[in-house]
């Protein structure tokens, strides 16, 4: 016989729980980034605001806590995990981890810029600028890594 817990007879799954939120917290999340960029539905903020404070009593109510601080990222996972990174080819890791910095300063600029924070924008503008340096510098070596031979020693010969 499986034993059922208290909240499951409830109606309050830890898991289902947690997944309502999480998909609360996205939607959320992702509408604001989109109203910021100048499209998403704002008319919905304040639906989708409301949705969420009510997953976030019934994750108190099912767990006996909030969400703990550190599971956000993986709630929003806008990044690959590090064990997928590590998989990677070091070509395709080189374009990975420059594509998640390039993201994460463009968020950091957007976040400092909506509450003017002008050191900290400032310091995600150079961290973008690097960033891109290395996206473009990942993107020109898998090029010329997959390029067939013939092709990849013609441009050689050209480019001297």
Do not use: C, W
């Amino acid at each position: 016989m499986v034993k059922i817990s208290e909240d499951e007879e409830n109606g309050l799954d830890p898991e289902i729980i947690e997944n309502d939120f999480v998909i609360a917290l996205r939607e959320l999340t992702a509408n604001l980034l989109r109203v910021v960029r100048g499209a998403g539905r704002p008319n919905q903020i304040g639906r989708q605001a409301v949705e969420l404070i009510a997953q976030f009593k019934l994750f108190y109510k099912a767990h006996g806590h909030y969400p703990m601080s550190a599971r956000y990222s993986d709630y929003l996972g806008l990044f690959s995990s590090s064990e997928k990174v590590a998989s990677l080819s070091a070509i395709d890791k080189d374009r990975v981890v420059a594509e998640q910095r390039l993201i994460k300063a463009s968020l950091q600029i957007v976040a400092s810029d909506l509450i003017h924070q002008r050191v900290q924008k400032s310091v995600a503008e150079n961290d973008f600028y690097q960033a891109f340096n290395e996206m473009s510098k990942a993107v020109q070596s898998q090029q010329t890594t997959r390029r067939p031979p013939e092709i990849a020693s013609a441009l050689k010969k050209t480019s001297s």
